[in-house]
């Protein structure tokens, strides 16, 4: 089974440099639920791997994270489609853990948990850290040019990223040549 791994803010929704800090706040980008839904139909796992600083800023906690995942979700299934898992990275940029990307850890777990070769699945972001956290462990890498992608096409991508204009237009060429 191929498997999608999407970043949250910025690829699937809204991204905000004050932070997503509630399911108010949490607006899908367009046609970004329909093309989870496009990869769902085409037999894809998808996976949403995602640091939430948020967590331990106090800007928000874990029961509105979670209304937040939950409101994607039903979002989700109102146009067809579900994600399989969520993973998260609820640490500061100082707490020195393994899962914050642009290091590996949530990649690592989730590649462990569904038995996975990484080279069979492709990754979703809009920063830099996203494709590096992904490429680091041998995943393929897509750049959207939402959230923070416009700004994050001028860096040196890992080899074999590709560039597209939004989630769907993503989901459109792998579904075409994948």
Known sequence: MKTAILDRDGVINYDSSAFVKSPEEWIALPGSLEAIARLNHAGWRVVI???????????????????????????????????????????????????????????????????????????????????????????????????????TQHHSLPAGTTIHADLAATVNYWLSSV
């Open 49 to 151: 791997a995602t640091n939430q600083s948020g967590l331990a800023r106090g800007l928000f906690d874990m029961d509105t994270l979670n209304a937040m995942h939950l409101k994607l979700r039903r979002e989700l299934a109102a146009v067809g489609g579900h994600v399989d898992a969520i993973f998260i990275c609820p640490h500061g940029p100082d707490d020195n853990c393994s899962c914050r990307k642009p290091l590996s850890g949530l990649f690592t777990e989730i590649v462990q948990r569904y038995d996975l070769h990484p080279r069979h699945c492709m990754t979703v972001g809009d920063s830099l850290r996203d494709l590096q956290a992904a490429a680091h462990i041998g995943c393929q890498t897509a750049l959207v040019l939402t959230g923070n992608g416009l700004k």
